[in-house]
């Protein structure tokens, strides 16, 4: 994997100091993405400079923004997490917040598990499901590429908690998607990103359940 040094120089450009602990645990998990990906195809990526820019660095580029939307306890979904981003970083990032990634297929959310077994993460875990026969309350609910706006907000709505927020990270501005979302639905934020080593757009789309 990608050398330390690396790691803790583009979370820095993010504004993030990452501890030794937190250094080793994203080290491993970008390892573990490797070795995994021989034998499931958990992610297209192959190499490590690619899984540290496109996953790791990525996925810590919302962990600022996070901080300050929702700076307490919580329970977050990660819908269609795959190999488990962002929903694993923001576990080793935040001992406060309780990750649970979920994804309809099932060796994805076994590895998640594995994942959280190999780290001692006792707040993280892989769910086997569909987002849309899923049960429960959660105060974050985020997505990486996952569906469409409509579609994201439209299928975990029923899971979202009380004041909660979504977190969608996306590519360049979803103009065309944000046009369309329902009207029960404010989107009150859409948050660019710059994400070290990634030639990219990306963006954060903040929402929340309209005010009835």
Request: hydrophobic share 45%; proline share 4%; net charge neutral.
């Amino acid at each position: 994997m990608s050398s330390d040094r690396e790691l803790r120089e583009g979370a820095a450009t993010l504004g993030l100091c990452l501890d030794d602990r937190q250094c080793e645990r994203l080290l491993a998990y970008g390892e573990l993405i490797l070795k995994w990906n021989k034998v499931y195809n958990l992610t297209a990526l192959r190499d490590p400079a690619s899984v540290l820019t496109h996953h790791l660095l990525d996925s810590l580029s919302v962990i600022v923004p996070l901080a300050r939307e929702w700076p307490g306890r919580a329970a977050l979904l990660d819908v269609g997490a795959g190999a488990g981003l962002p929903g694993v970083v923001i576990a080793i990032l935040r001992n406060d917040i309780t990750a649970t990634c979920l994804d309809a297929v099932a060796k994805k959310a076994a590895f998640v598990q594995q994942v959280a077994a190999e780290l001692g993460l006792p707040n993280l875990r892989g769910l086997h499901a569909r987002v849309e026969s899923l049960t429960g309350s959660y105060e974050l609910i985020s997505s990486r590429a996952f569906a469409s706006l409509p579609d994201f907000f439209a299928g975990s709505k029923h899971l979202l908690a009380p004041g909660g927020r979504w977190l969608a990270m996306k590519g360049k501005m979803p103009s065309d998607e944000l046009s369309q979302v329902a009207a029960d639905i404010e989107v009150f934020h859409v948050e660019q990103l710059g994400v070290p080593g990634l030639e990219a757009d990306r963006c954060i789309v903040w929402a929340r359940k309209q005010a009835a």
